[in-house]
């Protein structure tokens, strides 16, 4: 069964400390994965997308990493701000006709200062 | 800049009372998708038109339902909402279907 695991489910930290969040799936065949950032009220926007062949990639401070083998990625947000809080979810798409796109629950972030 | 737009941001309706959100987009993409989002959770998808040819999901119920005029505009209709249709209804569009989908910010929907 496709599915994408996220972890932590929620996360607090504070202004200007880094932070890395974790997605594992098990979909297949693979596609792509795509991270967005979801703040509250709001609909998601692409941080950013990869695909099987990349290993990482980066966004501002925002690094996101993919593991093909082990089917596992990260995102990195590096010195985080306020603004950082929001949720961030993870996507992975199947390479199958149809629209196909496995979303994560999301890890909720809260940045204080 | 191009983007997707969803009206209205916010919208009350009444148990049972039709209620219609919309969505238009300037990237010119062919495909148009709606999402219901529930607090806490994943977008899930509703159905999705390729160009003109509507595409319903499995489990979406019979209370939603869509038209899309033009490439530009998608409509969500709830025929007769009930308590648990309350959600964020996000719209989505792509190229094709296996390209990136840019969401629009959302529409809050409350059912009294």
């Known amino acids: 069964k496709n599915q994408v695991e996220q972890s932590p489910q929620s996360l607090i930290i504070l202004e200007g400390k880094n932070c890395t969040l974790q997605?594992?799936?098990?979909?297949?065949?693979?596609?792509?994965l795509r991270w967005y950032k979801q703040d509250t009220g709001r609909g998601p926007v692409s941080l950013t997308i990869?695909?099987?062949?990349?290993n990482t990639k980066s966004n501002g401070r925002y690094t996101a990493t993919l593991d093909a083998d082990t089917k596992q990625s990260s995102l990195h947000i590096t010195a985080s701000q306020l603004s950082d809080s929001a949720s961030y979810i993870c996507?992975?798409?199947?390479?199958?006709?149809?629209?196909?796109?496995?979303f994560g629950k999301g890890t909720t972030l809260s940045v204080s200062s | 800049d191009a983007m997707v737009i969803q009206n209205p941001r916010y919208q009350v309706t009444q148990f049972g009372k039709p209620v219609t959100l919309s969505c238009s987009q300037t990237?010119?993409?062919?495909?148009m998708y709606w999402y219901q989002q529930k607090s806490s959770q994943a977008p899930k998808l509703l159905f999705h038109?390729?160009?003109?040819?509507?595409?319903n999901e499995a489990d979406t119920p019979d209370n939603f339902q869509s038209r899309r005029p033009n490439t530009s505009f998608c409509f969500l209709d709830i025929r007769s909402p009930g308590l648990g249709d309350a959600a964020m209804y996000l719209c989505?569009?792509?190229?094709?279907?296996?390209?990136?989908?840019?969401f629009g910010p959302g529409t809050r929907l409350t059912v009294l």
């Open positions: 989505a569009t792509s190229r094709g279907t296996v390209g990136e989908q840019f």
């Open positions: 997605c594992n799936y098990t979909v297949s065949p693979f596609s792509n």
């Open positions: 990869m695909t099987f062949s990349e």
């Open positions: 996507v992975v798409s199947a390479r199958q006709a149809g629209t196909a796109l496995i």
């Open positions: 990237l010119n993409h062919n495909v």
């Open positions: 038109y390729y160009d003109k040819d509507f595409n």
